[in-house]
């Protein structure tokens, strides 16, 4: 089971970095592919990234202010949000999204393992 944490409110323009790591028996991160979703206002689900040992994936939304990565040692998946916008307000959440790869439709499959989630606002 992993848990996220690190979030919390900053100002348009500013910096997160949120961990997800195990609480449970350890998967083996550098076999899994992990990813992060939120959940924003008025929105449903939203993928963010994901990262795999093929490789990582960001939605179009994040893509070049969001950095995913991961410690293999520490068992934990990082998220890296610069340039923050108001509309980054959300839960965020990480789950496990297969094995080896992030798979093609990875922001459409269904999960069955979530967390509490992190709450992220981006607000002056």
């Known amino acids: 089971q992993l848990a996220e944490s690190g979030g919390g409110l900053v100002q348009p323009g500013g910096s997160l970095k949120l961990s997800c790591a195990t609480s449970g028996p350890a998967p083996i991160f550098d076999v899994y592919a992990i990813a992060w979703f939120r959940r924003t206002p008025g929105k449903l689900r939203e993928g963010v990234s994901c990262?795999?040992?093929?490789?990582?994936k960001y939605s179009d939304s994040v893509k070049g202010r969001f950095t995913i990565s991961r410690d293999d040692a520490k068992n934990t998946v990082y998220l890296q949000m610069d340039s923050l916008k108001p509309e980054d307000t959300g839960i965020y959440y990480c789950?496990?999204?297969?094995?080896?790869?992030?798979?093609?439709?990875?922001?459409?499959?269904?999960?069955?393992?979530w967390g509490q989630g992190t709450q992220v606002t981006v607000s002056s």
């Open positions: 789950t496990v999204v297969g094995r080896y790869n992030c798979p093609v439709d990875v922001w459409n499959r269904e999960y069955d393992d």
């Open positions: 990262i795999s040992d093929g490789g990582t």
